[in-house]
């Protein structure tokens, strides 16, 4: 071989399919709740801000006010981890969305996917 070792093609042969699973873990399907499942008190959702609870994300932009998306980010699928502040952070690429689900910075182009949920009493389930 020209330049190129075969001990060097081997090894990049074999981090391909590792750095291919990384991706497929932070893609992963989003695993929703069965409607009715107890997702969150909805005191442990920051009035102003919102909490990433399994595959979804429960946000309360005014008091009294619930939303519920689905913790994928709309760019490539990366599983959305975090809320800091009035925002909804991807890790990925740094896609930011507001609590209602918009984009507020790209790449993503799309806003979150709604996840049904409703409240009952202090709780917030699903559907
Ligand atoms: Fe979220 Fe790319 S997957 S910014």
Redesign the pocket.
């Known amino acids: 071989m020209s330049g190129i070792s075969r001990r060097t093609v081997l090894i990049g042969a074999a981090v391909v399919p590792v750095a291919a699973c990384r991706t497929e873990q932070?893609?992963r399907a989003a695993k929703l709740p069965a409607t009715g499942q107890v997702l969150a008190a909805t005191a442990d959702i920051p009035v102003g801000s919102g909490k990433v609870v399994g595959d979804v994300v429960l946000t309360q932009p005014q008091a009294g006010v619930f939303d519920g998306f689905i913790a994928r980010?709309?760019?490539?699928?990366?599983v959305?981890t975090s809320v800091d502040g009035n925002t909804i952070v991807?890790?990925?690429?740094?896609?930011k969305f507001d609590l209602d689900g918009a984009v507020a910075r790209?790449?993503?182009t799309q806003p979150l996917v709604k996840a049904p949920i409703s409240v009952n009493g202090g709780s917030i389930v699903a559907g």
């Open positions: 932070k893609t980010c709309t760019h490539a699928g990366c959305l991807c890790p990925c690429h740094g896609s790209g790449p993503a």
